[in-house]
Structures are given as structure tokens and as C-alpha cells.
């Protein structure tokens, strides 16, 4: 069975601060997808980054960054420089991998809520 | 554009009533989801379906059902067995075939609050 672990329910930062959301994972698959989505009150889940388990680069988008580490089963996710416009709930997510490479049905933490304040 | 299309935005259902959700995509994807969210918790799935005339049970199926008729539409019944139907249901899709793209992943429709009176 899959897991996601979001252990950070709700967060409040002050805008300009920097902030790290956790993400922990359990799988038996040796091959997976990692994900996280951002939720704004409109309710609509937003597409932030896909990472592949073989692949543990870190990525870094303006200033989103997500660190990979397979050793801890982690995916942490770090917004620099916040801005309220940050504020939102923000899910990880895993899914398996079919024979295709196409991404399986996915299984979701519960969501950190991030509050940045201005 | 294309996108996922859920309507209605907002439903009341009242009690021993079975009410359907429309998600339709032109995104040519093959297969979709449906998710439930409830307040403080993350989605759990409810039913997917990889290809037309085809769809499998998710986690917390009871109470549900599906069709997959057209490759663009996967309407879901929130049929009277379902005890406790309020709750924020999302549908989604994704493309086979294509994980090497570097934008790969669900697409999400804008969601169904549905609300028991």
C-alpha cells in the first residue's frame, strides 16, 4: 500500500519569509511518481511538479524548489521569499507507474494550509 | 483551451435522493478520476477508468457508480446509499503515453460542492 505523510497541517509565515513544506512517502514500488499540487480557495488543484524515482535532482522554478532525497523517502517543498498570493493548501502526492509509463491513480497527503501574511 | 468541465459548481441533494456530477475533457486524455475531499483531509478516490467502457473501484467506491461511454465524459452517481454524500468532488484526467513530457501530471476540474439538505 501507498502512503503520503504531510505531517505540517497549517502553517503561517510573513510574507518574504522563506518556508519548507515536508512531504514523506511509503511505497513498495521501485518505480513512482511524485507530485505536488496547489489548492487556492477557488478549490481547483493546481499541477506544480512531477518527479521520477529514478530521477533525485533537485529542481528549482523562480521561486519554488523541491529537494528529492529517496534515502528518507522525502520531497520537501520550499517557497522563497513568500508572497500572499502563496497562501493556499498544498498537496503531495504519489502515484505507481503502469507498464506504459503512464502515471497510476494517485494517493494524496492530507494538504498543509499556508497562511503568508502580508 | 482545453480543460476538465465540472458542472454543476454547487448541488443539494436531499436525503434518498441520487444525483449526477458531469466531468467532461477535451484534452483527448484517456483516462479519468474521480476524487472525494473532505474538509482537513486529503482526496481519496472513488473510481477510474483508463479507457471507454471500462472503469475500476477506488478506495471508497460504496455508494457511487460510473459510466465511461465517451472518451470525453465520466459522469458520477452519488446514488442514496451513500450515507454522507457532503463533501467536495473533484474529477481528473491524464494522458497515456506521454510521461516524458516535463509538464506531465492530473489535470483537475474546478470541483462539485455537494450538499445534503
Known amino acids: 500500500a501507498q502512503k503520503v505523510t504531510q505531517a505540517q497541517t497549517e502553517i503561517s509565515v510573513v510574507e518574504k519569509e522563506d518556508v519548507t513544506l515536508d512531504c514523506v512517502y511509503e511505497?513498495?514500488?521501485?518505480?513512482?511518481?511524485l507530485f505536488w499540487y496547489k489548492q487556492p480557495p477557488s478549490g481547483e488543484l493546481v499541477f506544480l511538479i512531477r518527479?521520477?524515482?529514478?530521477?533525485?535532482q533537485n529542481e528549482i522554478s523562480g521561486r519554488y524548489s523541491w529537494n528529492f532525497q529517496k534515502s528518507t523517502s522525502s520531497f520537501n517543498f520550499t517557497i522563497t521569499a513568500s508572497q500572499v498570493v502563496d497562501s493556499a493548501v498544498y498537496f503531495c502526492?504519489?502515484?505507481?507507474?503502469?507498464?506504459?509509463?503512464?502515471?497510476?491513480?494517485?494517493?494524496f497527503g492530507s494538504g498543509t494550509q499556508l497562511t503568508v501574511l502580508p | 483551451d482545453g480543460g476538465i468541465t465540472q458542472s454543476p459548481k454547487y448541488l443539494f441533494r436531499k436525503e434518498g435522493q441520487n444525483v449526477t456530477l458531469s466531468c467532461e475533457q477535451n484534452?483527448?486524455?484517456?483516462?479519468m478520476y474521480w476524487y472525494r475531499q473532505d474538509p482537513g483531509q486529503g482526496l481519496r478516490l472513488i473510481y477510474y477508468?483508463?479507457?471507454?467502457?471500462?472503469?475500476q473501484k477506488g478506495d471508497i467506491a460504496e455508494g457511487y457508480s460510473v459510466s465511461r461511454e465517451k472518451k470525453e465524459s465520466f459522469p458520477l452517481t452519488v446514488t442514496s446509499a451513500q450515507k454522507n454524500p457532503t463533501a467536495f468532488y473533484l474529477c481528473?484526467?491524464?494522458?497515456?503515453?506521454?510521461?516524458?513530457?516535463?509538464?506531465?501530471?492530473?489535470?483537475f476540474g474546478s470541483g462539485t460542492r455537494l450538499t445534503v439538505v
Open positions: 481528473a484526467s491524464i494522458p497515456t503515453g506521454t510521461p516524458s513530457r516535463p509538464n506531465y501530471g492530473y489535470t
Open positions: 502526492a504519489l502515484s505507481g507507474v503502469l507498464s506504459s509509463g503512464s502515471a497510476r491513480q494517485l494517493t
Open positions: 477508468s483508463q479507457i471507454v467502457n471500462d472503469f
Open positions: 511505497t513498495r514500488d521501485t518505480t513512482y511518481y
Open positions: 518527479r521520477n524515482s529514478f530521477d533525485e
Open positions: 484534452l483527448n486524455h484517456d483516462a
